[in-house]
């Protein structure tokens, strides 16, 4: 069965740092391009960053340019979202999800993903 489970998030004070978690279990993440999305209570779900399947390409919504990284460990079958100097505007559930990919690019629109995970919340208090 094919999962992905975030970990990692939690409350954080304005300028610091968290590293969320997505670990696959049941399939290789090694052939998916996977991204990470966040849905703020009231608000649509956002793209915030993506790592293409070859690992050739990353993209970021402009709001996290700069702050955050996306990253894969292809021996722990994990990608990361590393995060620095977090805002309250951060603040939301953050989704991890996979799509299977051939090319180079990815895409950080959630409708391009079809497998998902639960969530983390991450908490940056004004």
């Known amino acids: 069965q094919l999962q992905l489970v975030e970990s990692g998030g939690g409350l954080v004070q304005p300028g610091g740092s968290l590293r969320l978690s997505c670990a696959a279990s049941g399939f290789t993440l090694d052939n998916y391009a996977i991204g990470w999305f966040r849905q703020a209570p009231g608000k649509e779900r956002e793209g915030v960053s993506c790592?293409?399947?070859?690992?050739?390409?990353?993209n970021y919504e402009d709001s996290v340019k700069g702050r955050f990284t996306i990253s894969r460990d292809t021996a722990k079958n994990t990608v990361y979202l590393h995060m620095n100097s977090l805002r309250p505007e951060d603040t939301a559930v953050y989704y991890c999800a996979a799509v299977q990919q051939t090319g180079l690019l990815c895409d950080i629109r959630p409708y391009k993903y079809d497998y998902w995970g639960q969530g983390t919340q991450v908490t940056v208090p004004s």
């Open positions: 790592i293409s399947s070859s690992d050739v390409s990353t």
